[in-house]
């Protein structure tokens, strides 16, 4: 199952639930990431994706607690490039409350990737999440202005360069950056 989406430059492209045949082509796609987009999806210095990272990053998705979504955008000839994964993951012991990251490959930032991700992400998040609550680099102006798009937002700082955030979600039937 998938979802068509068109970026902001009107290039079209495929938003589909990560699967474990996609193990090797996010840890092939994160080799190519550079070393300021890797620390801000880590918050840390990560040089490579380790078996065990891919382990929780691709199978312990779930499509119920820890939902996963790639992107990838069609070129004139249908032919795809994978650009951009989102993922929410429910905290076991906060069940309205999810961790959120969202990763674009360096060449396709600023461009709707992430919006596109967010939006189908947000429709298709765990049941009953109302609120994120995430760490993000405090240099990091593109995630904080993300997620302040997607509800009431509140920052606090959290050490070094990071900063805790807390977004109050819109219900799952209103858009992103909309309130009802």
């Known amino acids: 199952m998938f979802t068509e989406a068109v970026l902001a430059d009107g290039r079209r492209a495929l938003i589909w639930p990560l699967r474990a045949d996609d193990r090797e082509a996010l840890r092939e796609g994160y080799e190519h990431l550079s070393a300021r987009t890797r620390n801000h999806r880590f ?12 382990d929780h990053l691709v199978d312990d998705v779930d499509g119920v607690d820890h939902v996963a979504l790639a992107l990838v955008v069609l070129d004139d000839d249908n032919v795809g490039t994978p650009v951009g994964v989102a993922r929410m993951i429910r905290y076991e012991d906060r069940r309205t409350e ?26 298709v998040r765990p049941v ?6 995430t760490t993000v680099a405090a240099d990091n102006a593109a995630s904080l202005a993300m997620v302040r798009r997607l509800g009431e937002t509140t920052t606090t700082p959290a050490g070094p360069n990071r900063l805790d955030v807390v977004v109050d979600l819109a219900p799952p039937d209103a858009g992103i950056g909309e309130t009802t």
């Open 98 to 123: 999810a961790d959120l990251a969202v990763t674009v490959v360096d060449d396709w930032q600023g461009r709707g990737v992430a919006t596109a991700l967010l939006a189908e992400l947000l429709r």
């Open 43 to 54: 918050l840390t210095g990560v040089p490579h994706l380790t078996d065990f990272m891919l």
């Open 128 to 133: 009953g999440v109302t609120r994120i609550v």
